[in-house]
């Protein structure tokens, strides 16, 4: 039986989340909070924020208002997910963690931060905030799975 006591003996020495705001990926987090002091693993927290390829309407009532989202506006909201990692993370007492934030298809910058970092696991949750046309083309979860370089745990 082997020595899992040293880095270079474990099976997961990092581990990539992929975050993006939502409850599910909330929880993958914190599988990864869980399992990264386990292994002695790096943990590495990416998001990737989906372009919004069109102007959304939110009905309030029985009014309706059209919400134009600027690049400020993502790059805001990329902060507070990568700000809410952290803080997840600080309450896992987890010490060795990096965070990224990347744009593009998310899926396909996933698979590449875990080529990148040489990932032994990518944590993602099972559903996140795509709407109901990234049910028609397929999740980025779904797309991780069947591209990625590593082992894959996807959390529900």
């Known amino acids: 039986m082997p020595d899992l006591t040293t880095r270079e003996d474990t099976m997961i020495d990092t581990i990539l989340v992929a ?3 939502s409850e599910h990926s909330r929880r993958a987090l914190e599988w990864a909070c869980d399992m990264a002091p386990r292994y002695d693993a790096r943990l590495h927290v990416l998001h990737v924020p989906q372009a919004v390829g069109h102007d959304k309407t939110l009905v309030l009532g029985g009014a309706a208002i059209s919400v134009k989202t600027s690049n400020e506006d993502v790059e805001k909201a990329g902060d507070d997910v990568i700000e809410a990692a952290r803080r997840i993370a600080a309450d896992h007492a ?3 963690m990096t965070t990224e934030v990347g744009s593009g298809d998310p899926a396909r910058r ?5 080529e990148r970092l040489d990932a032994d696991l990518i944590v993602m949750g099972r559903r996140g905030l795509t709407n109901f046309g990234g049910l028609l083309m397929g999740s980025v979860t779904h797309k991780v799975g069947h591209l990625a370089p590593c082992a894959c745990m996807t959390v529900r």
């Not at 996933?110 to 875990?114: G, Q, W």
């Open 94 to 96: 987890i010490r060795e």
């Open 110 to 114: 996933i698979v590449e931060c875990a």
């Open 19 to 21: 975050v993006d705001g």
